[in-house]
């Protein structure tokens, strides 16, 4: 034995020579710097303002006022007991809730539609995808043109087909349930083309075997939908909610174009409420207040759409 | 139960370009086993799918039960079909996918759970009725597949390559299923493979496509024995039959005919020196390669099949010999079969 061991010192065995690419690929140094710069940039341009405005929630910060107060729950309170604010919350949901159930339906009837082949196909997928490459901020003024009280397309179109009188047509975005209307069917419009890009994506996963088969075994175009195709679609059907879900309930871009939250705060959401309590109404504590509010259900969807991911994974 | 039948069915997908299928006219028999069998773009899942109502032809008629049904939608033919991939629907169980004709079709709902077991026991798979198909083995899914299409007692079944996702062991076993299942049901059959030893075992009539054309319609003997054209004569049996040019004629016998002179006992025989040049030994059997010398046929490639009992030696010359019955004849130019006649070798 202790020749054996002898032996073995004579003959040092040479060191195994280091291969760079794989030492450095094991090296956790590597894992932390590949993942810096995502993570930086999380804590920077999302962290931060986040923070910042939880921080403003509970004090009484105002533009062009340096200092600043702990008030604890305060600005809570004030808020929750103004009427803008339960308007807004109202609004925000009754926004969320119609243009997601418009965009999902019109998006899987054109995802059906743009699935079968026809010709021109390819022109008729890029024209519905146009709304979303366009920037939003863009196609919301097109739009307030379309909509306005004295130049409106829509208007003139109507008087011509003798439906309204000149000057008696609708306000589109002066009278609170038309610009409701107004700022969902513009949102609709944004949405819709993200939503059947996703949903085109889910119809093209299924087999072509599937609704062959179906349509053998008797299922007419409904049943084939309903029993077949949108419950192999339920995962990339609840991205495509969850997406939009926070599209819509965090955008204010629309809002804030077309309406500015008015008239009388019919169209004001929680995104253009907070902007315009904290930035144009200078009061920045209860604009953090405000969007505050958003967490929860912006948490809850994130938490859906995390388990959804997890799903489609373990399937 | 019903019988199949085609006109002059033809589909052209491309204009301008060959057909996928072109002039098919065929009849099945009454609880026949039909095989469509062809190499793959020899249009024989086009045409079953045209029979199955999934694809419109370009002409022609079909008929299921005598009535013509081009216009009919795939639900309306009273057909069921097994797909290569079972095409199993993944989020509903196994008793929801054999359930679903039923739902589709309008059943009464308290016959649905009679029905269903009815199939399943048939296809003694009874126990997996909660499950998903997911969790099921290849085998599994093709049985629940089966029992999916036998559940509304169709007129007609149509089964594309079912076999063809099954590993070899379990596609022997499969197979045998099959046909124990087509006896016990009787219902007119029509089974797509490429495989020729899946037609011959299974087909009580074969027929041969190729480019969209039957080659050849009759029985596994009269297709193996009596090829029409050297498109048959090579596509079935392995290894395929040896073909000879000899002037204008093609001359053709089969592997397990070429055999050594003294064991031939016909009087009437063709003698060739056959030079081995290599020997696979299979168990049960020999498969021997090499070249004829002498005579016209000189440093053709043949293949000779032969039982144990003699050995061979790779580089020695044997005289081999064919009897004459069993010579298949074809046009050199048409490569159709022709009358036999008297050939100088």
């Known amino acids: ?315 | 139960m019903a019988v199949v039948e085609t006109r002059d069915l033809t589909k052209v997908f491309k204009q301008g370009e060959l057909g996928a299928v072109n002039n098919v006219n065929l009849v099945t028999r009454e609880g026949e086993f039909l095989v469509f069998l062809g190499p793959s773009g020899s249009g024989k899942t086009t045409l079953l799918r045209m029979i199955a109502g999934l694809e419109q032809p370009t002409s022609g008629e079909i008929l299921i039960g005598g009535q013509l049904v081009n216009h009919l939608s795939p639900r309306e033919r009273r057909i069921a079909m097994v797909f290569q991939s079972y095409a199993l629907y993944p989020h509903l169980t196994v008793y929801k996918n054999i359930a679903f004709p039923l739902k589709a079709q309008k059943v009464p709902s308290n016959l649905h759970k009679e029905k269903v077991e009815w199939a399943a026991s048939l296809l003694g798979i009874g126990s997996l009725l909660h499950r998903k198909p997911r969790e099921l083995s290849g085998g599994e899914r093709q049985r629940v597949a089966l029992a999916r299409a036998i559940v509304r007692e169709p007129a007609v079944f149509l089964l594309d390559e079912p076999l063809s996702n099954l590993d070899a062991k379990l596609r022997l076993a499969a197979r045998e299923e099959l046909e124990r299942f087509h006896r016990r049901v009787g219902t007119t059959t029509i089974y797509v493979t490429h495989d020729q030893v899946e037609a011959m075992a299974m087909g009580d009539r074969i027929v041969v496509l190729n480019k969209g054309v039957v080659r050849q319609f009759g029985t596994p003997k009269e297709v193996y024995d009596d090829p029409a054209d050297t498109f048959v004569a090579t596509f079935l049996g392995s290894p395929p039959m040896n073909l000879l040019e000899n002037e204008d004629l093609i001359v053709g016998f089969r592997p397990e005919h070429f055999r050594l002179a003294e064991t031939v006992t016909d009087s009437a025989k063709v003698l060739f020196n056959f030079h081995v040049e290599n020997v696979e030994y299979l168990g049960a059997e020999f498969i021997l390669a090499g070249t004829l010398t002498g005579g016209i046929a000189e440093g053709k490639m043949v293949i000779a099949r032969l039982l144990l009992g003699h050995s061979f030696e790779v580089g020695v010359t044997y005289q081999f010999a064919v009897a004459e019955r069993h010579l298949k004849y074809f046009d050199c130019t048409t490569e159709k079969k022709v009358e036999a006649r008297a050939v100088a070798w």
Request: charged share 10%; proline share 6%.
């Open chain 1, 1 to 315: 034995m202790v020749n054996a061991d002898r032996r073995k010192d004579a003959f040092p065995k040479p060191k195994p020579a280091k291969i760079k690419s794989a030492g450095a690929a094991q090296s956790p140094m590597l894992g932390a710097a590949m993942f810096a710069p995502a993570a930086l940039y999380i804590l920077l341009l999302i962290g931060t303002p986040f923070v910042l405005a939880l921080y403003y929630a509970f004090s009484d910060a105002r533009i062009g006022s340096s200092g600043l107060h702990f008030v604890g729950l305060e600005n809570f309170r004030s808020i929750l007991q103004s009427p803008s604010f339960r308007t807004a919350v109202k609004n925000s949901v009754i926004f969320t809730v119609v243009a997601q159930s418009i965009v999902i339906c019109c998006s899987m009837m054109l995802s059906t539609a743009l699935e079968s082949r026809f010709r021109g196909r390819g022109i008729i997928r890029f024209l519905v995808l146009l709304p979303w490459v366009a920037p939003m901020a863009l196609g919301a003024i097109g739009w307030k043109w379309i909509l306005d009280s004295i130049y409106s397309v829509i208007t003139w179109f109507l008087v011509w087909l003798h439906i309204f009188k000149p000057y008696g047509a609708p306000m589109w975005l002066g009278e609170p349930k038309l610009a409701m209307a107004a700022v969902v069917l513009v949102h609709c419009w944004r949405l819709i083309p993200f939503s059947t890009v996703i949903m085109l994506a889910g119809q093209t996963a299924i087999p072509k075997e599937i609704p062959e088969a179906a349509a053998i075994d008797g299922a007419g175009f409904w049943r084939t939908f309903f029993q077949i195709k949108i419950p192999m679609m339920r995962s990339i059907i609840s991205v495509a909610v969850l997406f939009g879900t926070i599209f819509t309930f965090t955008d204010m871009t629309v809002v804030y174009i077309l309406t500015a939250g008015g008239p009388y705060d019919s169209t004001q959401t929680l995104p253009s409420l907070a902007f315009a309590t904290g930035i144009q109404g200078s009061d920045l504590a209860a604009g953090a207040a405000i969007s505050v509010f958003l967490v929860p259900v912006l948490v809850v969807v994130a938490y859906l759409m995390l388990r959804v991911a997890h799903r489609t994974e373990g399937a």
